[in-house]
T-cell receptor
Framework: GQNIDQPTEMTATEGAIVQINCTYQ??????LFWYQQHAGEAPTFLSY????GLEEKGRFSSFLSRSKGYSYLLLKELQMKDSASYLC??????????FGAGTQVVVTP | DTAVSQTPKYLVTQMGNDKSIKCEQN?????MYWYKQDSKKFLKIMFS???????INETVPNRFSPKSPDKAHLNLHINSLELGDSAVYFC????????????????FGPGTRLTVL
């Protein structure tokens, strides 16, 4: 079976840094994805990790440790528009995607 | 141009009715998916098709029947709608569906909000 855990909600102030953790247990591993979903909208792709280490993309970075079944998404210089749900998704065997329940990030002024 | 489109955007219907949701992608992708996102925002895969062939069929009631007339289209037909079917249904597509590759990145449609009364 597959299991993906991430915190339900995090709050941070504008300009700050927030780290969203994701732990997973899956049948097979073909990569970990992070998506952003604003209320009432579709998820949009943020990052992909398949090898251990840090991937940096502007204000967003994502880290993976396959041996620990652990990833995090780092959001720097938070802006109000970053208020959204962040979904951790693992691609396991047979192309099967499993999403976490999402972490609601609330950015306050 | 919209990459992944779904119709309708909103669907309100009575219990027991049969309804369909259509999805089209113009990205030239080989793989398409249907997801259900419930009120708790949990996104769960229902079906996946690769080049018109069913490759993933999760534990979904057989009232739900996907159909892929070609690799650019994946429709979802739901028979005998129940209250618990109320959710947002997302269609998605990806260039490939296996292996370790960022080409597995999924592009989502805008969603169809289904409300069963």
């Amino acid at each position: 079976g597959q299991n993906i855990d991430q915190p339900t909600e995090m709050t941070a102030t504008e300009g700050a840094i927030v780290q969203i953790n994701c732990t997973y247990q899956t049948s097979g591993f073909n990569g970990l994805f992070w998506y952003q979903q604003h209320a009432g909208e579709a998820p949009t792709f943020l990052s992909y990790n398949v090898l251990d280490g840090l991937e940096e993309k502007g204000r967003f970075s994502s880290f993976l440790s396959r041996s620990k079944g652990y990833s995090y998404l780092l959001l720097k210089e938070l802006q109000m528009k970053d208020s959204a749900s962040y979904l951790c998704a693992v691609m396991g065997s047979w192309g099967k995607f499993q999403f976490g329940a999402g972490t609601q990030v609330v950015v306050t002024p | 141009d919209t990459a992944v489109s779904q119709t309708p955007k909103y669907l309100v219907t009575q219990m027991g009715n049969d309804k369909s949701i259509k999805c089209e992608q113009n990205l030239g992708h080989d793989t398409m998916y249907w997801y259900k996102q419930d009120s708790k925002k949990f996104l769960k895969i229902m079906f996946s098709y690769n080049n018109k062939e069913l490759i993933i069929n999760e534990t979904v009631p057989n009232r739900f029947s996907p159909k892929s007339p070609d690799k650019a289209h994946l429709n979802l037909h739901i028979n005998s709608l129940e209250l618990g079917d109320s959710a947002v249904y997302f269609c998605a597509s990806s260039q490939v569906h296996d292996g370790s590759s960022s080409y597995n990145e999924q592009f989502f449609g805008p969603g169809t909000r289904l409300t069963v009364l």
